[in-house]
């Protein structure tokens, strides 16, 4: 096995060194691995010239483009550490996460140039580096990287060394930095291009957005891992995506629930006269369990499978999945695809199948733990287990289904939000005296944001105001879309909020 990632990369250079690694649809452009290879060489020298060394934290503020994948793989040429920022978070967000994971610099396009602008003073960056545009204040990627050479410095890295750092939702304060290995990433897709029996003939169309662990693990290094080529577009569009797939010939795609079920809204009739897509195998689905009518419907109209599968950011991307073949269980997450996974009572003891506790994991993909919170590693990792917060059971055959959570996250079109921030928001307005924020079920998103206000006596107060304050200081996707006035928010003896009851109201 390569020790790291820099390594793989060059190993399957040498293999298939005109074979297409990377087409970026939108962008026009395509590289063969030498192509992706050479580039990847320059911007790590790039990076390097400016003082990025082993163990740097580098953040990444993009959205899906080349260069993305580009800076991904430089940082783990170089041995230094990836942090990706979801595109879709508003400064004070981004603030919180650069400042946490003490990034020293920042890769990032003009599009988010404003923002960067109005938390610099507060941040600790030494570097910003735009890869579209020359901005005063910034260093311009695009005019230098091209000229240098593809010579970078000799560097020992590990397989334990840390390659990637993401900050995942949580329900206590703020979110978590997740520290994931090169031997993390490359053991997880290993393990997913083995369970799927991928093969260099493959083609992943990546619409899942690169600061997910899903599209890094599964459709940027699994095909690494075999020799395959990646289609990357910007986003999901349900306007074209069984055009992208015809025309690019891909036989697998990244999803979640809503977009199965957004392509059914769009395409009552099946795929679209004209188009080939027989190369298409299946697509896989993750982050939220997709409802069985949604995934037979889906199954039936486009004569497409949907491999479910389970995972989450702590143990790389997934632990388990369906199998692609004869032994699928509609309504389950699957197998362990390599890692060991046990269901445990409140007391850290294993539940027979059937029975309902908290799913644990242990392996290989498993991360190394949160980046400056020894406290919440040691809860995580009580009896060499990692704890994820799940419930679930097996069954006898050792299929595992996931039927709740633990905690309170909401996970809302694939992305994870965590109600004490909304909550924390909410009590910044000067009405709001109580509020509790919690998901409820949304037929396109699985999960909806709705939160239970009290105002304060005499204080009047519309919905849309409070939505609109939400909007400027949190992620789109974070905001409640539903608002319900309430007189009291109903807590149990020691003052805790009883969200169950407000549950029950919705």
């Not at 997934?318 to 996974?341: C, H, K, Q, W, Y």
């Not at 289904?401 to 996970?411: A, L, T």
């Not at 509020?435 to 998103?445: F, H, K, Q, S």
């Not at 939505?467 to 309430?486: H, N, Q, S």
Request: net charge negative.
């Amino acid at each position: 096995m390569v020790a790291h990632i820099g390594e793989l990369l060059a190993s399957r250079t040498e293999q298939w060194p005109d074979k297409i690694f990377l087409i970026a649809e939108r962008e026009g452009r395509t590289f063969t691995y030498r192509e992706f290879h050479r580039r990847v060489t320059q911007t790590a020298h790039f990076l390097h010239r400016l003082g990025v060394d082993k163990g740097d934290i580098v953040s990444l503020w993009l959205p899906n483009c080349t260069e993305f994948v580009l800076f991904y793989f430089a940082c783990w040429t170089l041995g230094a550490i990836a942090g990706p920022i979801n595109a879709h978070l508003k400064g004070p967000e981004a603030r919180y996460i650069l400042n946490h994971s003490e990034a020293r610099f920042l890769v990032t396009q003009a599009d988010y140039w404003p923002t960067v602008e109005s938390i610099r003073r507060d941040v600790n960056v030494e570097r910003v580096i735009l890869t579209d545009a020359h901005v005063d204040g910034a260093i311009d990627y695009r005019s230098e990287v091209e000229r240098l050479s593809p010579v970078i410095p000799s560097t020992t890295i590990n397989p334990d060394d840390e390659a990637i750092i993401i900050y995942t939702s949580g329900t206590t304060g703020r979110p978590k930095g997740v520290l994931l290995t090169h031997r993390n990433l490359m053991v997880n897709a290993r393990q997913i291009a083995d369970w799927l029996h991928f093969t260099p003939e493959d083609r992943f169309l990546c619409i899942m957005p690169l600061f997910h662990m899903n599209a890094v693990a599964v459709t940027t290094l699994t095909p690494l891992t075999v020799g395959a080529s990646i289609v990357l577009s910007p986003k999901f569009s349900v306007r074209r995506h069984w055009s992208l797939i015809a025309e690019y010939g891909v036989t697998t795609f990244g999803s979640v629930a809503t977009m199965l079920s957004m392509l059914l809204n769009a395409y009552p009739a099946g795929i679209p006269e004209g188009l080939d897509t027989r190369r298409l195998k299946f697509a896989l689905c993750g982050s939220a369990p997709v409802p069985v009518p949604v995934m037979e419907e889906f199954e039936n109209r486009f004569n497409c499978p949907v491999i479910e599968g389970y995972g989450l950011s702590e143990c790389t991307c997934r632990a388990t999945f369906n199998p692609p073949d004869e032994r699928r269980r509609l309504g389950s997450v699957g197998l362990p695809i390599g890692n060991e996974m046990k269901i445990f009572d409140d007391e850290d003891r294993e539940l027979p199948p059937g029975e309902i506790g908290e799913i644990v994991l242990r392996g290989e993909n498993v991360m190394k733990g949160y980046f400056k919170n020894p406290e919440a590693t040691r809860r995580a990792f009580r009896h060499g287990w990692f704890h994820t917060g799940d419930l679930g059971y097996r069954d006898e055959d050792g299929f595992f289904y996931v039927v709740d959570r633990k905690s309170d996250m909401i996970i809302r079109g694939g992305e994870n939000i965590y109600p004490r921030e909304i909550d924390e928001v909410l009590y910044q307005h000067p009405a709001v005296r109580e509020a509790a924020t919690v998901g409820v079920p949304d037929e396109l998103y699985g999960e909806a944001v709705k939160a239970f206000v009290v105002l304060k006596e005499g204080v009047d107060c519309r919905p849309e105001e409070l939505m609109a304050f939400c909007r400027a200081r949190l992620a789109d996707y974070k905001c409640p879309t539903l608002i319900e006035f309430i007189d009291e928010i109903p807590k149990g003896p020691t003052g805790k909020l009883l969200k169950r009851e407000l549950l029950n109201r919705s």
